[in-house]
């Protein structure tokens, strides 16, 4: 059964910093992973889809990186600013799960002005 | 275009009642997938649905039932319902497995 963990749970810096949040996943047949965001209160807005044969992934000031064999992802956000601070997860969707993603239980991020 | 919509935004409900939930996904959009969104467990896949069939069912007891119409908006059902049924329910939409999912705004249920 796959697993999904991010680390921190929760994380505070000031604006203008670069970071990292990381996603691990114990079953490495995964056909995708992708990375959210949700807002307070919200759904979720689709931020990068990282396929299996990828190894990462960019959008603006956002990087994700896969490494499949080590089942690691990474999401790096750079020069982060207050409009950033929102819960940020993870899912992947496993070989033949037809759209089922596994989800991660979040990194809840606050970027202080 | 128009995002995934989920009617109604919220739901106060009784124990025992019985609810359902509409989702709209996007246009050219075959595939609707539900999730349960609760403090305690997190995002929990409910069911998916493909061209009208369900090809994927999470964890959940047989309360919990969906179904999809040929024009791709899908319902899911809860009957009897509990109080650890509340919470926000989210609809997902996507051209095909392995693409991209996009998310509704949610229906958040609240059983009293």
């Known amino acids: 059964k796959q697993e999904v963990t991010q680390i921190p749970a929760a994380l505070s810096v000031p604006e203008g910093e670069n970071l990292v949040l990381n996603c691990s996943f114990t079953d490495s047949a995964i056909y995708n992973l992708q990375w959210f965001r949700q807002d307070p209160g919200k759904g979720l807005t689709s931020l990068l889809l990282i396929q299996s044969s990828q190894r990462e992934q960019t959008s603006g000031r956002l990087n994700a990186s896969l490494d499949k064999s080590s089942g690691r992802s990474t999401l790096y956000i750079a020069a982060s600013q207050p409009g950033d601070s929102a819960t940020y997860l993870c899912?992947?969707?496993?070989?033949?799960?037809?759209?089922?993603?596994?989800f991660g239980g979040g990194t809840r991020l606050m970027v202080k002005p | 275009k128009a995002g995934v919509t989920q009617t109604p935004r919220y739901l106060i409900k009784t124990r025992g009642q019985q609810v359902t939930l509409s989702c709209s996904p996007i246009s050219g959009h075959r595939s609707v997938s539900w999730y349960q969104q609760t403090p305690g467990q997190g995002l929990q896949f409910l069911f998916e649905?493909?061209?009208?069939?369900?090809?994927n069912k999470g964890n959940f007891p047989g309360r919990f039932s969906g179904r999809q119409f040929s024009n791709s908006r899908s319902e899911m059902n809860v009957s009897t319902l509990e109080l650890g049924d509340s919470a926000l329910y989210l609809c997902?939409?996507?051209?095909?497995?392995?693409?991209?999912?996009?998310f509704g705004p949610g229906t958040r249920l609240l059983v009293l």
């Open positions: 649905y493909f061209s009208e069939t369900q090809r």
């Open positions: 899912a992947v969707e496993n070989n033949n799960a037809g759209n089922m993603l596994t």
């Open positions: 997902a939409s996507s051209l095909a497995s392995g693409q991209t999912q996009y």
